[in-house]
């Protein structure tokens, strides 16, 4: 049974009403519809925890797709599932294609700088500081962009560039 004839809340299954309602009007191709059902039950699965339904669907959704964008959003939420699932380098690796795709996609230049620092911290932990810093500055360097493009957002990340200098700025927005 479809995702989609699953949902057994009212607010999931309003929101499958009425993405199917627009999945029937939108002036698209027949492919392209169906790489967004395979990306809206993507998340749904992926909302509810279910990270190898969700990365099924996302392929999927991946051979089905060809505008850019689109296909950004869908490597993006791939990084996201294997960050949740600790596997960073993989994430790093949908993150890179997700950006090369979209340049302007904040939330992966975010989540890159934020398993940079991750990793800054584990070096330093294991007493590499000279490691820690350049992953440190490898984070610096992401989201800087990041907030670049989205002055707004990313507030803990502004406080930290600061606080470590590694802003010239003192007001990003």
Do not use: C
């Not at 191709?29 to 967004?36: H, I, L, Q, S, T």
């Not at 990313?154 to 990003?172: C, H, M, P």
């Amino acid at each position: 049974m479809p995702r989609t004839q699953r949902n057994d809340n009212f607010i999931d299954k309003s929101f499958t009403v009425m993405a199917d309602m627009i999945l029937k009007l939108m002036p698209a191709n027949k492919k392209a519809k169906e790489a967004f059902v395979y990306y809206r039950d993507g998340m749904s699965a992926q909302a509810d925890g279910e990270y190898a339904e969700a990365l099924d669907n996302y392929f999927e959704a991946l051979t089905l797709e060809e505008d850019s964008n689109d296909r950004s959003y869908i490597l993006y939420n791939i990084g996201l599932i294997y960050t949740s699932n600790g596997e960073h380098e993989k994430a790093l690796e949908y993150y890179y294609q997700a950006i090369d795709l979209n340049p302007r996609l904040p939330q992966a230049l975010n989540n890159i700088a934020v398993i940079f620092h991750y990793q800054g911290d584990k070096a330093k932990e294991a007493g590499e500081s000279e490691a820690a810093e350049a992953l440190y500055d490898k984070a610096a360097e992401y989201w800087k962009e990041a907030i670049r493009l989205a002055p707004n957002n990313y507030i803990e990340a502004q406080n930290w560039l600061k606080t470590t200098g590694r802003s010239q700025v003192d007001v990003f927005f």
